[in-house]
């Protein structure tokens, strides 16, 4: 199989991943298999039925996307002569030795809430990371020279940071049960946080809405400035799903944190996370200096 091809199937289930893990977490079924890992409640095939199902599932697909990162590493290492490509499918195994460890911790612990949280940002390098590949697998070539206007890259890099933040207080507010903290406008009857749960969920709708006009402003000046279309397309999909997910987020404060809202919410702010990343892949190969002295294609498209 074909690195991309495969590379891409490997992104749809640790999409599925991420958003399952969600579904665990809002089932509480994460100690379905008891304070055990590898094994299940003792046993390597546990009576499936209630939690313990649900956490056993987790972990089958877990383990097949293991193997699938597996056959995805020793592709790319017999076949891409790209050296670039070769340093960050290590990157992909390091990530998921970590991502399982981190896994383990989690069970063993009784799912703190921090290595819970730590846990998905974790599998959203891991997903980062696939993505990469998946858009430089057909790159026969160095990918190391790239233009020296950066900034745009530097905005989306800025960006991303705030995501993973965003996405890392959302899942340790879940974890410590701070949900319900504020209502969807207000905190306690007021606008201003006067607890550590509150406080905490407020900092989470901020860091949300710096990620919002972040993204509603590099869409503006992408038709301002007439970027590439491809980045236009882009960053209109990550507009709507903004809306979308401010949409779902007072959904989910209204229905006291249902839990198909609050899976919904994941996996609506996964794919936003994707296309973001995935964006910022698309300015890197835009700015790349195909032949020393000739214009770049970040000059030509964001100068």
Known sequence: MKVKRLA???IVLTYFLIVFGGYVASSESGM???????LCNGLV???LEGDTLIEFAHRVIGAALGIMTAMLYFSIQKSN???ELDKVSKVLMVLLIIQI??????????????????????AMLFLAALIWIWRNADEQRSLAVFGKDNSLQNKFNGL???TLLTLFLGAYIKHESFGLSCGWLECANGFMPVSIPAMVQTGHRIL???VAFYIFILTYLSFKNKWEAGLQNRLMAASLLVLIQIIIGILTIISYIEISWAVIHLAFGTVLFAIVFEAGVFVSRLSRVITPGKITRNQKYFG
């Open 8 to 10: 891409f199937l490997t």
């Open 32 to 38: 379905g298999c008891g304070p055990e890992w590898p």
């Open 45 to 47: 095939i546990p009576i």
């Open 81 to 83: 002569p790209v050296r």
């Open 101 to 122: 460890l981190l896994g383990a911790a989690v069970v063993w612990m009784d799912l703190p809430a921090v290595v819970v949280s730590v846990h998905l940002i974790v």
């Open 160 to 162: 991303l940071i705030v």
């Open 208 to 210: 949300a809405g710096v």
